[in-house]
């Protein structure tokens, strides 16, 4: 076997591997002489298939069953040779495979890029600084009861937390624009699910008025067409429903498997939920700046096998929180490109970071993160049994474990600032971005 290596680009290699035509056709002659101990075709009796035949009949498929597992054996074996490792599989591109002459073939395949870390000093890092109030424990009660509530239809006007069912025909300067329209839309006013000023136009709007306000679409809307614009829009109000919340007793706390006898026990409970959700965001969200910083101060070129595979993963995490319906192929790549990208990226440089300063998961740190998520079930000695005793879902847990210990690094050197946020606010800082 010859083998050359050309790069072609700083993650990209042209491997050009010869094998001698002997071993194709020794391969080939054996195939032929195995099909022909198995083979049944019409006239023939089992087995007893002359070669030739066999030859002229599967001949061409089968040298091409053998070149193909030829070029995959002996690339694998270059690999190793050339000490290479790959970023994915190659693209095979056959050279010469007649007969009777050497087999030369070119395997195109990308590898891990070599990374220069930036000057990690240069990264800015948020850290919200937060204190959960009692009113952040009495809106957050007060949303679990609007959850459970029941509707009532109410004849006064309309208020904020009321659902309103509108009819609505949007324009601008006269004409109807797509997705400005709708019957029978069940609105939550106050909520901020429409444009700014559409909802506070509706207050105290009563069933059975038809109203006509003016707004204007945010500078920043998703669809440029309509970015900045004014429009128009005609609303008939149908019904205006008022929320019926449940009383704070044993049966509702219970919904939110929450066993407590009186309202002062439960709202420990909730308090103690918000403040594992805050840790959880300020996390999430010192993380998120910690990747924004290493992807903006290192160039890094990604191999675009890890990419295609990273939006496999994707897609198939979308089909599944959609129900599995579909063929996870049927979405457009596209959709997830960006997404991809800044994963891969993501996972190179933590690697990098990991092997360069030699970081392992702490093992305290491990059995604290298990011990943390078994608190939050019934059975907690249950669920710490389950991790230890289960080798694959440990192993995630020294996954985040060593992630957090990647940010902890990126912290000492980082310049990081505290800033002041409400709670809700902080939450959604904390956001995973996707």
Known sequence: MQVSVETTSNIERRMTIGVPAQEIDAAVQKRLQETARTVRLNGFRPGKVPLSVVKRRFGDSIRQEIVGEVMRDNY?????????????????????????????FVAIFEVLPEIELGDLGKIKVEKPNTEITDKDVDN????????????????????????VTIDFKGTIDGEEFEGGSAEGHRLTLGSGQMIPGFEKGIVGGKAGEELEIEVTFPEDYHNEELAGKPAKFEIKIHEVQEPQLP??????????????????????EVRKNMERELKQAVTNKVKNDVIDGLLE??????????????????????????????DFKQLPKELFEEQAVRRVKTGLLFQEL???????????????????????????????????NSPDQKSQIESVVLEEAVV???LEQAKVKEKKMKYEEAVQAGQPQR
């Not at 694998?76 to 495979?97: N, R």
């Not at 957050?140 to 659902?163: E, G, H, Y």
């Not at 290192?298 to 579909?326: H, K, N, S």
């Open 408 to 410: 902890d690094l990126v």
């Open 76 to 104: 694998m074996k270059a690999l190793e040779e050339q000490e290479i490792v790959p970023a994915g599989w190659p693209k095979f591109e056959p050279k010469t495979m007649e007969e009777g002459k050497d087999l030369e």
């Open 140 to 163: 957050m009660i007060d949303n679990l009861r609007r959850q459970q509530a029941t509707m009532k239809s109410v004849k006064r006007k309309s208020k904020n937390k009321d659902i």
């Open 297 to 326: 101060t290192t160039e890094l070129e990604v191999p675009q096998a890890l990419v295609d595979q990273e939006i496999d993963r994707l897609r198939q995490d979308a089909v599944q929180r959609f129900g599995g319906q579909v």
């Open 354 to 388: 990991v092997k360069k300063n030699d970081l392992k998961a702490d093992e305290g740190k491990v059995d604290e993160k298990i011990q943390e998520i078994a608190s939050t079930y019934e059975q907690p000695e249950e669920v710490v049994a389950h991790f230890n």
């Open 247 to 268: 009383e704070l007793n044993e049966e509702f706390f219970k919904k939110f498997g929450i066993d407590a006898e009186d309202e002062e026990t439960f709202r420990a």
